[in-house]
C-alpha cells in the first residue's frame, strides 16, 4: 500500500435504518530533516582522509502515537544510493529492525538498514562514528559537511 492519505467511506444499511461513516488514514510520514553528512576520518596506519557519507533523517510525526518511529535516523550511504535501494520515489525506514546499539562485532548495517535513536541528533551521530562501518581500526574524525537534500517528489514510509 503506498503511503496516501487514504479516504474509507462505508455505508451500513438494514431493512430499518442506515448509516455512512467516513475515515480518513494518513500513511504520509513527512521528516523534519533530511540531510546529507560527511565524517572525515584519518584510519589507523594512513595520512590521507577517508571521506564517509550518510543521510540523517529526524521523524516527528506530531502524535502522541506511535512515538517509536519518532526520533534520528542514520543510513550510513550517500543518498543517491538510498534512493536506489528503495526504488522509485518512496523511501521506507524500517524501525523495527533500526541498530539501537553497536554490540561488539556486528558489521555495519546492510544498505537501506539504519541507525535509530529517539532522542538526539548527537546519539545517533554517536552510534554512527562508534560502529564497524568505516576504518576497521581508529574512528577518531569529524564531521565535515553537512547539507539539506531537496525531497521535494520522494514519500516517506515507516514499516
Not at 68 to 90: D, E, H, K, M, R
Not at 133 to 148: A, E, H, L, M, Y
Amino acid at each position: 500500500m503506498p503511503p496516501e492519505v487514504y479516504q474509507v467511506n462505508l455505508r451500513l444499511s438494514d431493512a430499518l435504518a442506515s448509516v455512512n461513516a467516513q475515515y480518513i488514514f494518513n500513511m504520509l510520514i513527512e521528516p523534519n530533516v533530511v540531510r546529507s553528512l560527511t565524517w572525515q576520518i584519518i584510519c589507523d596506519g594512513e595520512t590521507q582522509a577517508d571521506n564517509f557519507p550518510a543521510v540523517e533523517i529526524q521523524i516527528t510525526d506530531g502524535s502522541a502515537s506511535p512515538t517509536q518511529q519518532n526520533g534520528w535516523y542514520i543510513f550510513p550511504v550517500p543518498w543517491s544510493t538510498l534512493v536506489n535501494v528503495n526504488g522509485a520515489n518512496v523511501i521506507t525506514i524500517d524501525r523495527t529492525n533500526a541498530r539501537l546499539t553497536n554490540p561488539s562485532g556486528a558489521a555495519c548495517p546492510s544498505y537501506g538498514d539504519a541507525f535509530f535513536s529517539p532522542t538526539s541528533s548527537a546519539a545517533v551521530r554517536a552510534l554512527w562514528t562508534a560502529s564497524d562501518c568505516t576504518c576497521s581500526s581508529g574512528n577518531t574524525g569529524s564531521i565535515t559537511s553537512t547539507s539539506n537534500i531537496d525531497v521535494t517528489g520522494y514519500l516517506f514510509e515507516i514499516i
